[in-house]
């Protein structure tokens, strides 16, 4: 059996498949279904999401990071909709582990903040209040933009381009990621 078909296989049989947000629940949902996985031979994690939170997306990603760096191939099968998270956990796994399936599609754009500034009390302190939302968002901006590059490492993608292009929602269909070499391959 060539290496292809050893890979196909592998990636029609995920052990690991999430649906829906990504949030509290599906980070729960992620850790079950790891702890129940097995700990060796190739992991395929399975999603479909139209998005959420960004900072679960890390934090699964870096779980990922940890399993991958002893040596453990872990592979990325993104399905239907791969979405603003979604793209941020993808971010987690090397092109080389990246796959879609046909006709799914991914979303880059930027980090949103919704927020209401209330400003109340003595002049100096509403300084500060205005200072410590500033801190956030570009706080929140160097967080999105290592990202950024997460996503396009070793692909044809710069992250001036990727950074220019998700303020309006970067669409990218799986042919077209495949293209630009931000996923191995469509199956």
Not at 102 to 128: F, M, V, W
């Amino acid at each position: 059996m060539s290496e292809q078909s050893k890979r196909q296989t592998v990636l029609t049989s995920p052990q690991l498949r999430l649906i829906g947000s990504v949030d509290e629940a599906m980070y729960a949902e992620f850790r079950d279904q790891l702890a129940n996985a097995p700990t060796e031979g190739p992991l395929v994690v399975a999603i479909t999401t139209l998005g959420g939170n960004p900072e679960v997306a890390r934090t699964m990603a870096d779980d990922i990071r940890l399993l991958r760096e002893p040596g453990r191939e872990i592979y990325f099968l993104g399905k239907s909709a791969v979405y603003s998270a979604g793209a941020t956990f993808m971010a987690g796994f090397p092109v080389s582990h990246r796959f879609m399936t046909r006709d799914s599609s991914l979303l880059i754009h930027e980090r949103q903040i919704a927020k209401t500034i209330n400003l109340s009390g003595p002049l100096k302190s509403c300084i500060y209040q205005l200072k410590a939302a500033l801190n956030e968002i570009e706080h929140s901006i160097e967080i999105e933009e290592a990202g950024f590059r997460d996503i396009v490492k070793g692909s044809d993608v710069s992250f001036e381009d990727v950074r220019d292009r998700a303020p309006e929602n970067w669409y990218i269909g799986c042919e077209k990621a495949k293209e630009l070499g931000l996923i191995a391959e469509v199956i």
